[in-house]
């Protein structure tokens, strides 16, 4: 999809006829998507029947193979590679959509897609709050050992001060001694 974009942005194409392109493509993009899910999920629910997310890629008319192929055949043209055009009719979706998808099933996924991602949006938002709270915990602890090293560094002046006094009266005391005989 980006590619397309790309290229209808480069060849100079209006954004209401892109836009009136791109959603057929789109269209046809979410019912592979929830096709793919729904036979992903039909095959994780009865192993040995084949693999049906080949079936369903075969039943929107392509195969997952093409598209590998494709991405093989752009990467040994080069960055500046083989320019392609888009098409001058707007593109429809698959004549045969994916069989035995009904719009209430594909609303049922989409509902369940969402419900999961909203699941997972919630986990996200505990997990940044954990982590909030830790950090948080961690800067008070850093703070308390910051000033606990604070004291020591002040202890540890007043004892080489106190040291340093106590040396000066040794070498008087000493100097005292020794002119005193």
Do not use: C, W, Y
């Not at 209808?8 to 959603?23: I, Q, T, V, Y």
């Not at 075969?58 to 494709?70: I, K, P, Q, W, Y």
């Not at 703070?143 to 040291?163: H, K, P, S, W, Y």
């Amino acid at each position: 999809m980006k590619e397309f974009e790309q290229e209808a942005e480069l060849d100079g194409m209006l954004p209401a006829l892109l836009a009136d392109r791109k959603r057929p493509l789109a269209e046809a993009l979410v019912g592979a998507a929830a096709a793919l899910r729904a036979a992903r999920a039909d095959a994780a629910h009865a192993p040995g029947s084949g693999d049906k997310g080949q079936q369903a890629m075969a039943a929107l008319g392509g195969n997952s193979s093409d598209g590998e192929r494709e991405r093989e055949k752009g990467r040994g043209a080069g960055r500046l590679g083989p320019r392609r055009h888009p098409p001058s009719a707007p593109l429809s979706p698959p004549s045969n959509p994916p069989p035995a998808m009904s719009t209430p099933e594909i609303m049922a996924v989409g509902r369940s897609l969402i419900k999961e991602t909203d699941a997972a949006l919630a986990r996200s938002v505990r997990v940044v709050a954990d982590t909030t709270a830790v950090g948080a915990a961690t800067a008070t602890a850093l703070a308390g050992q910051t000033e606990q090293l604070e004291r020591v560094l002040d202890d540890a002046d007043a004892l080489r001060e106190q040291v340093r006094k106590a040396r000066r009266g040794l070498v008087d005391v000493a100097r005292g001694a020794a002119t005193d005989r």
